[in-house]
């Protein structure tokens, strides 16, 4: 708490990822600072060692300093990693993608998700020459996606989190992102007649951690194309979890683009966009260009990253100990007394609080996750899943669950949560059309 004080002092908000603010965890119990990491945990700067249920926000899959994507990377940091002249590790990490995932045909590099998803909405636009994006989800934080509150200020409370201001995003964007709603295709349909014509693209998560209604994405891209607009998944979050062909061969949807970053290269920073040939060719006359989006560090880590998923067989392992997490968290909720459910996708699990009450359910939240940081379980009332993370971790958690639930039972109970807790309720995490 001492670094972040001192970091407020210096740094714009504290952290440079809304999401590692230590507000979205219990602020003054949880760890604030890292100081190392290996496989399935992390040790703070107070010396404390923790299971990371958050993997790295995501962009850890097969577990922190995974042995055999480091040496690559060091071995590859020994022969250069930015030159003035390109790497042909452009080309074979672009023809195992290409191989590896049912929408691409060709590829493009970057950094990150958000910017990898404003590099596909401006291939899009200039595909298509329209300039209207329709939205659904979270996709970052450039321009083209923080429009949406240029109109109403509601438009992003449901993608993200309420009062987000559009501060410094241009007023001549206004009108140029709009949101639909997840799982309604005839609000989707309703919106592109609406603007007939002038949607250059219609993008969205397919999943998080509950499957869409049966043939909603099917639908999507129908509508999508029926209007002329480019399809576009952003897989920045479900990466290679979902399996080897990413969320869209998991729902057996094949879209014009998609977007992948975060776990894609175990934590090294790595984005792509990538998509069918008609839609891609178009980007070699558009200025989208960057010193570093082909450093060979990223390039290197990613193509070990894929190769690596696909031989420990990653996605399967994942699904398997989720469907066991989910299991071991219930049986110690049902121990304990309590109503609360862990219930999802075995891959990206979450709890169900049993109330419907907003201010109950943030301090029960906050006090779930204060009560487990002090049990050496970081993380929020969801679990982020990594390859790294097996037996220990999982009768650790559980016996921390089952302590935590007697906790949180009791003060239901006897309405004591607010004595319970021992810092503020958390600022409400993002809210996710798609969960």
Partial sequence: MDLYRRALELI?????????????????????????AKGARFHDVDGNEYIDWVSGIGAIILGYCDDVVDDAVRDQIGRGVNFSISHEL????????????PCAEMVRYAKCGGEACAIAVRIARGATGRDK??????????????????????NLNAHLFP?????????????TAIPFPYGDLPALGESLEAHRGE?????????????????????????????????ILDEVSAGLRFGMQGAQGFVGVTPDMAVFAKSISNGYPMGVVMGRREVMQPAERMFISSTYWSDAIG???????????????????????????????????????????CKGLPIHPHLDFPTTDPAVRAKLSTLYVQEMAKRGCHGYPSFYLNAAQ?????DQTAAAARETFVILAQGLEQGTLDQLLECEPTQEAFRRLVR
């Fill in 12 to 36: 714009p908000g504290g952290t440079q990822l809304v999401s590692r603010r230590p507000t979205r965890y219990a602020c003054g119990v949880s760890p604030v600072y890292a100081a190392r």
């Fill in 90 to 101: 452009e080309i074979e990490l672009a023809e195992e993608l290409v191989k590896t995932i």
């Fill in 133 to 154: 994006v329709l939205f659904c989800g979270y996709h970052g934080w450039h321009d083209w996606y923080l429009a949406a509150n240029l109109d109403a200020e509601a």
């Fill in 163 to 175: 009062g987000i201001e559009p501060i410094g995003v241009p007023r001549a964007l206004a009108g």
């Fill in 199 to 231: 949607i250059a693209a219609v993008i969205m998560e397919p999943l998080r951690s509950e499957l869409p209604p049966e043939g909603y994405l099917a639908g999507v891209e129908k509508l999508a194309r029926e209007h002329g607009a480019v399809f």
């Fill in 299 to 341: 390039l290197r880590a990613a193509l070990t990253t894929i190769r690596e998923v696909r031989r420990r067989q990653v996605p399967a392992y994942l699904a398997e100990f989720g469907a066991r997490l989910i299991t071991r968290i219930n049986e110690a909720a049902a121990s304990a007394g309590l109503g609360v459910k």
């Fill in 390 to 394: 097996g037996q220990p971790e999982l």
